[in-house]
């Protein structure tokens, strides 16, 4: 227990970028909903693994929305995202979905003239299809 705590702390101290770093950083927020592309209702208990930020993983509430905040980091224009549903037959089987989310770093706002560039809010309704 006392490791797994060190390597969280480990983790988001290293993630997370000073002004004395020196580096581009701005905040990065994700919500949005997991909808069925063949009835557009919400989908709940989808796993979201961004996978080129430490794997973090996600799961969408009972009305299919999901909301993710990264602040301070690296400026990153490619989020990889997977959509799994791991929840078996329990409200329909959908097919597993990998997504590439880009930003255009134009689109950051709140630039503060120094190394914060700014941030991104993000509104992205996503749509998996049912196994048939």
């Not at 037959?89 to 700014?118: C, Q, R, S, V």
Request: hydrophobic fraction near 35%.
């Amino acid at each position: 227990m006392i490791i797994i705590l060190f390597v969280l702390i480990c983790f988001v101290f290293a993630c997370k970028k000073t002004e004395e770093n020196k580096m581009p950083h701005a905040d990065y927020i994700f919500k949005g909903y997991v909808k069925s592309d063949k009835t557009s209702d919400p989908i709940k208990n989808i796993r979201i693994t961004i996978e080129n930020f430490g794997d973090r993983v996600f799961t969408t509430t009972d009305n299919g929305a999901y909301n993710f905040e990264y602040y301070n980091v690296d400026i990153t224009t490619d989020w990889q995202f997977k959509f799994e549903d791991t929840d078996s037959i329990e409200n329909g089987l959908f097919e597993n979905k990998d997504t590439i989310i880009t930003f255009n770093p134009g689109f950051l706002h709140d630039y503060d003239g120094n190394w914060y560039a700014g941030r991104i809010e993000s509104d992205i309704i996503i749509t998996m299809k049912p196994v048939k």
